[in-house]
């Protein structure tokens, strides 16, 4: 995506065109929800759509898969993830208002700016810190290096990223219950 590129406020589904609230808290929650194991996939995708269009639509997996396809669009495989946004809240917060002067409290900012401001965060930042260390590799083992390899393997324990709760745990969620609609031939 280029710069000038405008990001979609509107998607089109099954012939009509459904307006977009793309605010970057509404995406996380609309991505938190399938965290909620006692929710039935039906109610998660109703939860998901209220947060992220405007107005009537249906309650309709098919077009949630639409959306995030739309709002993740399809990117290398990096390996393990850097960033968990429950679990860095704090640090994302601060960072923003560190680097940016932005208070996310009080910010409704578009999913692309909010994604693209983060990954700008530079690395003398307490989140910039942590990302760093969960991305170093541990040196292979030597006669000289015991200590430093100890600190590292404890330094990178203490900020690992204790759950998987991202887009692809709520993608997860969205493909289990199209693949038992599938089934089911709905």
């Known amino acids: 995506m280029k710069i000038y590129d405008e990001f979609p406020d509107k998607i089109e589904y099954k012939g009509k065109i459904y307006s977009l609230n793309l605010a970057w808290c509404d995406v996380l929650k609309s991505i938190d929800v399938f965290d909620q194991d006692e929710i039935s996939e039906e109610i998660k995708t109703k939860v998901a759509l209220d947060n992220l269009v405007i107005g009537k639509h249906p309650v309709d997996p098919y077009l949630l898969d639409a959306l995030f396809k739309l709002i993740f669009p399809q990117e290398k495989d990096d390996g393990e993830p850097v960033i968990d946004f429950e679990q860095d809240s704090a640090l994302i917060f601060a960072a923003f208002w560190q680097t ?87």
């Open 100 to 186: 940016y002067h932005v208070n996310l409290h009080e910010s409704t900012m578009h999913w692309r700016d909010f994604t693209e401001l983060l990954k700008g965060i530079p690395k003398d930042t307490r989140l910039g810190e942590v990302i760093a260390l969960r991305q170093m590799e541990i040196p292979e083992p030597t006669k000289y290096n015991a200590r430093e390899r100890a600190e590292l393997i404890k330094a990178k324990a203490k900020v690992a990223i204790k759950g998987r709760r991202n887009k692809e745990k709520a993608l997860l969620g969205i493909y289990r219950m199209l693949e038992a609609r599938a089934k089911a031939g709905d």
